[in-house]
């Protein structure tokens, strides 16, 4: 069971950039898939969930907007389309994936998480 996470790197401000996170191993269809991130010395912080199995996605309300998840079910790929970034934005995101039961919003309901990928935006 593994989730891929890819597609960070540097960026300066105002930019763009597209994550991906691969899903393998097993179907994950009756999970939600979520985005979160980290920058140092802070904690894992909630961006973005979806399911596979369809319904409107979700999103902190400090992102709405400018952060946009979707997902592939052909592909079993899930991405985050971050647009107008910022500096702030930058940290390690990570994907996870949460038993449809769980409370997505928090770490603690993930029970699978890609390696992260590194965000950086330059000012």
């Known amino acids: 069971v593994q989730l891929q996470a890819s597609g960070g790197g540097l960026v300066t401000a105002g930019g763009s950039l597209r994550l991906s996170c691969a899903a393998s191993?097993?179907?994950?269809?009756?999970?939600?898939m979520g985005w979160f991130r980290q920058a140092p010395r802070k904690e894992r912080e909630f961006i973005a969930a979806?399911?596979?199995?369809?319904?409107?996605?979700d999103y902190a309300d400090s992102l709405k907007g400018r952060f946009t998840i979707s997902r592939d079910t052909a592909k079993n790929t899930v991405y985050l389309q971050m647009d107008s970034l910022k500096p702030e934005d930058t940290a390690v995101y990570y994907c996870?994936?949460?038993?449809?039961?769980?409370?997505?919003?928090?770490?603690?309901?993930?029970?699978?998480w890609g390696q992260g990928t590194q965000v950086t935006v330059s000012s």
């Open positions: 996870g994936a949460a038993p449809w039961s769980g409370n997505y919003y928090y770490t603690g309901a993930y029970t699978h």
């Open positions: 191993g097993r179907t994950f269809s009756t999970y939600v």
């Open positions: 979806i399911s596979w199995s369809g319904g409107s996605p």
